[in-house]
DNA sequence: TGCCAGGCGGGGT
DNA sequence: ACCCCGCATGGC
């Protein structure tokens, strides 16, 4: 039984900063139960916000959604669905800097505006531990399966289904079974864990260094994982998440030895090496490294169409 | 059909 | 600080 949301305000957003693509930003890495094209849904604590482009030049229109009675703070949601679009953060440097990459150059004029959509901490480490040793595709199957097995699926009108993500909580009370069904493999011992462990850690350290010493305790978390969730939890781009797949493109694009793969892509990004490394997966549209490594040879380094899902194209699929 | 994939931990040297 | 292996699963 689909419980169907009800609409509870509106608001306006401003896009002050510039440069800033919404679609990008709304589309890449995203499932249809929370973009159809046009619209993009953020599930926060207790309700659904619906966001789409006004008519007028850098406004963006937001609808309040609540499949029960919740009783919440506009400002609050207001300042959540305006940090989770990244509506404050301005990239412009990053942009410029980019621009004159090797790699990134072409991706970014195309994608140019692209800000990372900021999920829970929660949400980004399980996003993180489905891309362990397997393929983008994989790595998002599997997350596709947790999300339909364990969240809860609501109707917004207009809008068609959309998703609740399962919470720790849930994954809990439920055990591995359902992971396993979900076909994660051993990856499942490791989402439990992580839920336990936010189930009974009160309260995180803010700030990222902190945090990722206590995420390191989880067994089954480690350098990738926390820093990929870091990147897309907090914006905090300073520690790279760099994969056999991205550290074999550097070592080939920039000629530098494995030895100092990591030294070598802090210096050339300094604050911006997180968004760098997350802008190349979009760029190379996830192609497994063989594929990955060929497109840059042929100068291919900008999103292609494609009849099987990329990380800009994902929530046709899926 | 055995490899191998956007890791990780445990074991060795 | 390295190197090596096993590990679920799915796709060549």
Same mark, same amino acid.
């Given at each position: 039984?689909?419980?169907?949301?009800?609409?509870?305000?509106?608001?306006?957003?401003?896009?002050?900063? *510039?440069?800033?693509?919404?679609?990008?930003?709304?589309?890449?890495?995203?499932?249809?139960?929370?973009?159809?094209?046009?619209?993009?849904?953020?599930?926060?604590?207790?309700?659904? !916000?619906?966001?789409? *482009?006004?008519?007028?030049?850098? %406004?963006? !229109?937001?609808?309040?959604?609540? @499949?029960?009675?919740?009783?919440?703070?506009?400002?609050?949601?207001? *300042?959540?669905?305006?940090? %989770?679009?990244?509506?404050?953060?301005?990239?412009?440097?990053?942009?410029?800097?980019?621009?004159?990459?090797?790699?990134?150059?072409?991706?970014?004029?195309?994608?140019?505006?692209? @800000?990372? =959509?900021?999920?829970?901490?929660?949400?980004?480490?399980?996003?993180?531990?489905?891309?362990?040793?397997?393929?983008?595709?994989?790595?998002?199957?599997?997350?596709?399966?947790?999300?339909?097995?364990?969240?809860?699926?609501?109707?917004?009108?207009?809008?068609?289904?959309?998703?609740?993500?399962?919470?720790?909580?849930?994954?809990?009370?439920?055990?591995?079974?359902?992971?396993?069904?979900?076909?994660?493999?051993?990856?499942?011992?490791?989402?439990?864990?992580?839920?336990?462990?936010?189930? *009974?850690? $009160?309260?995180? $350290?803010?700030?990222?260094?902190?945090?990722?010493?206590?995420?390191?305790?989880?067994?089954?978390?480690?350098?990738? %994982?926390?820093?990929?969730?870091?990147?897309?939890?907090?914006?905090?781009?300073?520690? $790279?998440?760099?994969?056999?797949?991205?550290?074999?493109?550097?070592?080939?694009?920039?000629?530098?030895?494995?030895?100092?793969?990591?030294?070598?892509?802090?210096?050339?990004?300094?604050?911006?090496?997180?968004?760098?490394?997350?802008?190349?997966?979009?760029?190379?549209?996830?192609?497994?490294?063989?594929?990955?490594?060929? =497109?840059?040879?042929?100068?291919?380094?900008?999103?292609?169409?494609?009849?099987?899902? %990329? $990380?800009?194209?994902?929530?046709?699929?899926?």
């Amino acid at each position: 039984m689909v419980k169907e949301a009800k609409l509870y305000d509106i608001f306006e957003l401003e896009v002050s900063v *510039e440069p800033y693509n919404f679609k990008l930003t709304a589309q890449a890495y995203n499932f249809s139960w929370w973009y159809n094209g046009r619209s993009l849904i953020i599930p926060l604590d207790n309700v659904l !916000v619906k966001i789409k *482009e006004h008519d007028k030049e850098n %406004t963006l !229109v937001a609808e309040i959604y609540s @499949h029960n009675n919740v009783e919440y703070n506009l400002d609050v949601i207001v *300042e959540e669905t305006a940090w %989770t679009l990244g509506l404050h953060e301005n990239l412009a440097e990053f942009y410029d800097k980019a621009n004159r990459d090797p790699l990134l150059g072409k991706a970014a004029e195309k994608l140019r505006g692209y @800000h990372v =959509r900021t999920t829970s901490l929660w949400n980004a480490l399980l996003i993180g531990v489905c891309q362990q040793n397997a393929s983008f595709r994989q790595g998002w199957r599997m997350l596709y399966e947790i999300y339909r097995r364990l969240g809860q699926h609501v109707m917004i009108p207009g809008y068609g289904e959309t998703l609740i993500p399962p919470q720790p909580k849930t994954i809990v009370e439920k055990g591995i079974e359902p992971l396993i069904e979900a076909r994660t493999g051993y990856r499942a011992q490791t989402i439990y864990r992580i839920a336990r462990f936010l189930e *009974e850690t $009160p309260s995180l $350290p803010r700030e990222p260094w902190k945090l990722k010493q206590f995420l390191l305790e989880v067994k089954g978390i480690g350098e990738y %994982t926390v820093r990929l969730s870091l990147v897309l939890s907090k914006r905090y781009y300073e520690e $790279p998440p760099i994969d056999r797949w991205l550290k074999e493109i550097i070592i080939q694009v920039y000629g530098v030895d494995k030895s100092n793969v990591e030294e070598y892509y802090r210096r050339i990004w300094g604050k911006w090496a997180g968004l760098a490394a997350l802008l190349t997966t979009i760029a190379l549209d996830a192609e497994t490294l063989r594929k990955a490594l060929a =497109r840059i040879r042929e100068g291919r380094t900008v999103p292609e169409e494609k009849d099987k899902p %990329t $990380p800009l194209t994902l929530w046709k699929y899926f």
